[in-house]
């Protein structure tokens, strides 16, 4: 005991001393490595579409993303779709769409996975806040399930509107119905909720109800929308983006957009922002960094939550 | 105070965006320097496209990054696209790296990049020391004095900005590839490139993490070289060739120290995963605050100091 108060000791002499060095002592110390964790347990939540738990605390809020490192194979950033701070839980959800990502949905409970972050700005919510509408496309309704876990939890009445090409592409209507929230769907085929796109149902919504904050993710089209549909409500608005990234720290600017990084600045960005920015919506970077239109960007499979 | 010249290049103050860092996007280059940067580098671009090494490729350690990046890059066109805005957009000069997989790529890139009068560089920076590609390209050229000089010698034919050669701290002899560097017609040396390379495993997955396995080593664990790297450079060139200190540059302190060594110009890197895209501005605010308490008024009276006996 006594040595760990003297090597504890120490630290603060070392935090001391950083503090005169640069602004943010612990930073000079932090290690950012994958952390190998077991996984606790795999759901399903649709045919190709399963959700990954670990058991680490975790500090994460909405809309921050960790970099999953499949030892040997790739690492992918992958946002936070579920955290349970009472059970020190969090979970991904992952979908097949190239060779990563079909080995991370074979992956079993006991299966090794690295995990480093969270990482990247956050949705913001406050406890003013009386209702939100979240509306998500495809996978893009990962963040936005954590998101409504926690404004339920601030007593704020969560929308949930999901939507995708079929019924069986739609994610979280049960765990977000069981957790309150007013879960509203659209399919373009019509086989679940509203036929049609989740634009659709947002604006017959807020041609009856009242929102404080939309917040959305999924394909930027879709989000251009909403931001679009916001604005003529005067209503503030967050969206989530993606970007092909490296090093998820700010310092490679392969997440470029505009002159802002996705893994730092972003992936939560309020409307004003993303006004400001040219790219979004029309184009994205590749592997080699050449700035391409999102229709190519999509060709090559680099996107990790917008296929629908 | 802080104003420095790179033979005819004017900077406001001595910090330099090192390449690979935010030097994808042209848009990224131009922020750092509103941000402050006294120059920009690109990331090296070549005359072939080249996606890199697939991830994980950036990690930190206790004392510093890793990286094996990989030498990503558009095919010039597009890398030629980027500079012109960059070129119409930025307030500080603009350095352009390079590489290639020998002499005659290299000379080629930095035709095409210097060629049309109206997006030219101030400057060429020739990456002959990037340690993360040897599986492809064999042993960084800067590891040997011929190579250098005929890599040198080849860009500096072709190109009509000024040459920058970079160099790599992985060498028993630095001053002996300086020398050939600058017999090759160098106008400036960027020491240094990064450390190693090293390796990190990681015990649970008893594996290399990084995907290349190795990477170099930058951040602060590596300023001590880099500071010996300068002042070596500087006493084998006497001080007649404008040296972009590089390596773990973090604070001021660090910047004041690595040009008493010899250098002219601070290449900052990793310092920004440290301090953030504010960090040219800290950096040059510590280092006015040392000199305006230790009663140097330009960084002249700084520059090679530490060689007075």
């Known amino acids: 005991m006594k040595n760990d108060d003297a090597e504890a000791r120490a630290d603060e002499n070392i935090e001391e001393m950083m503090k005169h060095l640069v602004k943010d002592p612990l930073k000079l110390l932090a290690v950012e490595q994958p952390d190998v964790l077991k996984i606790h347990s795999v759901y399903q939540e649709n045919p190709g579409f399963n959700t990954i738990l670990f058991e680490k605390e975790i500090n994460a809020k909405p809309g921050q993303f960790v970099n999953v490192w499949i030892p040997g194979i790739d690492e992918k950033p992958i946002s936070i779709s579920f955290v349970d701070r009472e059970n020190r839980l969090f979970g991904i959800t992952v979908f097949e769409t190239g060779r990563c990502s079909r080995i991370l949905c074979s992956m079993k409970k006991g299966g090794m996975l690295g995990i480093r972050g969270p990482y990247g700005n956050p949705f913001t919510i406050s406890k003013k806040m009386k209702r939100i509408a979240l509306v998500g496309g495809g996978c893009g309704a990962a963040p936005l399930s954590f998101l409504a876990d926690c404004a339920i939890a601030e007593g704020i009445e969560v929308y949930f509107i999901v939507g995708a090409k079929t019924k069986d592409k739609l994610l ?128 090559h499979g680099l996107n990790k939550q917008t296929a629908q | 105070m802080l104003g420095v010249s790179l033979k005819n290049i004017r900077l406001s103050n001595p910090t330099v965006l090192a390449s690979g860092i935010l030097g994808v996007a042209g848009e990224t280059l131009v922020r750092a320097a509103k941000n402050g940067a006294g120059a920009i580098t690109t990331k090296s671009i070549g005359i072939h496209p080249r996606e890199g090494h697939p991830n994980p490729c950036i990690l930190t350690h206790k004392h510093g990054l890793i990286n094996a990046v990989g030498l990503c890059h558009p095919a010039i066109e597009d890398s030629l696209k980027e500079i012109e805005y960059i070129l119409q957009n930025s307030p500080s000069p603009l350095i352009v790296s390079i590489h290639g997989k020998d ?97 990190i495993i990681n015990l649970k997955a008893a594996k290399p993490i990084l995907s290349n396995k190795s990477g170099g080593i930058s951040g602060p664990c590596i300023k001590p070289i880099a500071v010996r790297c300068v002042y070596d450079i500087y006493e084998e060139t006497k001080g007649k060739i404008p040296i972009i200190g590089t390596g773990g540059i973090t604070t001021g302190e660090d910047a004041i120290e690595i040009i008493m060594a010899g250098a002219s110009a601070v290449g900052i890197g990793s310092g920004i995963y440290y301090r953030g895209i504010g960090i040219f501005k800290k950096v040059c605010r510590e280092m006015e605050g040392f000199m305006i308490k230790n009663g140097y008024r330009d960084l002249d009276e700084i520059r090679g100091i530490a060689h007075e006996k």
């Open chain 2, 103 to 199: 002499a005659e790529e290299f000379a080629q890139a930095a035709r095409m990049i210097t060629q049309p009068a109206s997006v030219r560089p101030a400057a060429v920076e020739v990456n002959i020391s990037c340690p993360n590609v040897q599986d492809e390209f064999g042993k960084p050229f800067a590891s040997d004095p011929i190579l250098t000089k005929k890599i040198i010698s080849a860009v500096k034919n072709t190109s009509r900005a000024p040459v920058i050669a970079k160099l790599s701290p992985n060498v028993p002899n630095i001053k002996e590839i300086a020398r050939a560097a600058v017999n090759g017609g160098a106008d400036m040396i960027t020491a240094i490139n990064t450390l190693g390379p090293g390796m």
């Open chain 1, 172 to 299: 979280y209507i049960d765990r977000m119905k069981k957790r309150g929230a007013y879960v509203l769907a659209a399919t373009e085929d019509g086989s679940m909720g509203a036929k049609g796109f989740t634009t659709d149902v947002l604006r017959q919504l807020l041609n009856t109800d009242k929102v404080d904050m939309i917040y959305a993710c999924g394909p930027e089209i879709m989000m251009q929308k909403v931001i679009g549909i916001a604005d003529e409500h005067n209503l503030p608005c967050q969206i989530s983006m993606e970007r092909y990234m490296k090093c998820g720290l700010g310092v490679c600017g392969q997440c470029a957009c505009d002159d802002r990084l996705v893994c730092k600045d972003g992936p939560a960005f309020e409307k004003e922002e993303v006004k400001t920015m040219g790219d979004f919506g029309k184009y994205a970077r590749l592997k080699t960094g050449k700035k391409v239109g999102l229709k190519e960007y999509y060709t």
